[in-house]
């Protein structure tokens, strides 16, 4: 490690911010998806069906995740001195 | 109240009004992007960031002490370099918020102090390589790091997202967008008021009232709490429309993983103390969101003045907190804070009359960008008003 240039730090905001950066917004999309399924091969684009209990469960489910990593962004925020 | 109690109060008037125009400054950092895909209305969405930032505020005390301990040889501050310091941050700050320069709050802190402490103590008295590892290094790289994260995110979601229908996918992201400018708000709360009570501290150990290696004074902590929240909520208007409507046109997908990445970068910088400019990461992340989108078109012109401001920020504050010092020191005593505070109240005064004509409002803030900070008055505003 070099004392101008701290290369260590760097690759690991790199990667934390990769991983809760992209991937809670990218988690966040799966579960929009989820609650809006494609539409049936062969019907029109407007005839689209609901998301399905499964579906819904397990939208529900990435949303806890992401509210979850939020409240551990928080908490890491508060703990730290 | 003797003349030493006197420049006192003035560098505590001062260092709030740093932190008030700090505050209004970077509104836009977290909550421009919410604020022109309509995820909050204009001025719920400040409200939202200033409390935020309040509660941020208290939640840590991490990054004061980089700026205390880290850039200056304590050694050599007086309250009159604080003073000349702070003018030198405050009138920068002022600049570039009235030309729409989303510029770094956090820099001109550093460089108003710096130029001030060079100006009375020569420049030995600051530690270069505390400047370099600590501010300039992460300054230029973070708006790279959280451009590369956001233009990540953006790519994913609008993958993940793409037979979701405009209305529902729309909806959805705006309710995410919430979500993320408030951390970018918080995150900006325990980062930026921090610097002032920092700031605040140290020239109150230099000046004997607090014994060395003190914690900020409740007092501080508090009435530094207040002014960025009040910052906040006045809301930097000209800021926002540069930095939300100018640079590109955000859609609810790509504001909500530009925000997810302005509070990932920070965040986790904070972790290892570094003090970074929020505003470098959130206008890298808005830019990085516009390269994730195929179709986004960024202004890159926009963009190089931005830049342009970046690395003017540090010498241009240094050189007027240095200016402000010679001023103060060569009238001499409380006279000379006393004179550099009166011209720091004219120049804000001046400048804030200079926004109102035309002024960048809540009722103007997202008109459509036609390469000026301040919308052409329309007729429909005037039968509106």
């Known amino acids: 490690m070099n004392s101008w240039i701290n290369l260590d730090a760097i690759w690991r905001i790199v990667v934390v911010g990769l991983l809760t950066g992209a991937g809670l917004p990218a988690l966040f999309a799966l579960g929009l998806r989820l609650l809006n399924p494609a539409p049936l091969p062969g019907r029109p684009a407007t005839d689209r069906p ?17 509210l979850a990593a939020i409240g551990w962004g928080v908490s890491v925020i508060v703990n730290h001195r | 109240m003797t003349g030493n ?3 006192l109060a003035l560098m505590v008037a001062t260092a709030l009004g740093f932190d008030f125009t700090n505050g209004f400054h970077d509104t836009g950092n977290a909550m421009a992007t919410s604020i022109v895909t309509g995820a909050l209305p204009p001025r719920v969405a400040v409200a939202v960031s200033a409390v935020l930032n309040l509660v941020g505020a208290f939640l840590s005390t991490a990054v ?3 700026i205390a301990n880290g850039l200056v040889a304590t050694g050599e501050v007086t309250l009159t370099v604080v003073c000349a310091g702070l003018t030198g941050s405050i009138l920068w700050n002022l600049a570039t918020w009235y030309l729409g320069i989303p510029s770094s709050s956090s820099h001109a802190l550093i460089g108003g102090v710096i130029g001030a402490t060079v100006a009375a103590a020569g420049f030995s008295a600051v530690k270069w390589q505390g400047l370099v590892s600590k501010v300039i290094v992460p300054a230029a790289l973070s708006p790279f790091i959280a451009g590369a994260v956001a233009a990540a995110g953006t790519v994913l979601v609008y993958r993940f997202t793409r037979g979701v229908p405009e ?7 705006r309710y995410g967008q919430v979500g993320s400018a408030s951390m970018v708000s918080l995150a900006h709360g325990t980062n930026d008021a921090q610097k002032t009570m920092g700031v605040i501290t140290l020239a109150l150990i230099a000046n004997g009232t607090l014994p060395a290696g003190s914690k900020a004074p409740d007092w501080v902590i508090l009435s530094c709490a207040l002014a960025i929240a009040l910052g906040t909520w006045i ?11 100018g640079l590109v046109e955000i859609e609810p997908p790509q504001g909500m993983a530009a925000e997810s990445a302005s509070a990932a970068v920070i965040l986790s910088s ?7 400019s929020t505003t ?4 890298g992340s808005i830019l990085g969101s516009g390269l994730g989108r195929s179709g986004a078109r960024v202004r890159w012109q926009l963009a190089r003045r931005m830049v342009a401001a970046w ?3 540090l010498p241009a504050a240094a050189l007027v907190g240095a200016v402000a010092y010679w001023v103060a020191n060569g009238i001499g005593g409380t006279a000379g804070v006393v004179v550099i505070f009166v011209a720091l109240v004219l120049a804000s005064v001046t400048l804030f009359v200079a926004s109102r004509y035309p002024a960048v409002t809540p009722e103007n803030v997202n008109a459509a960008w036609t390469g000026t900070v301040a919308p052409e008055p329309t007729r429909t505003d005037e039968v509106s008003r």
């Open chain 1, 50 to 66: 609901t998301a399905g209990p499964l579906g819904r469960t397990l939208a529900g489910l990435i949303f806890a995740v992401v």
């Open chain 2, 5 to 7: 109690d006197a420049v």
């Open chain 2, 64 to 66: 004061a002490a980089t």
């Open chain 2, 167 to 173: 209305g529902p996918r729309g909806r959805g992201f």
């Open chain 2, 235 to 245: 809301g930097g208007w000209r800021v926002i429309r540069a930095l939300g409507k």
């Open chain 2, 270 to 276: 904070t972790d290892f103390g570094y003090s970074l």
């Open chain 2, 280 to 283: 470098h990461v959130a206008t």
């Open chain 2, 311 to 313: 690395l003017l920020t």
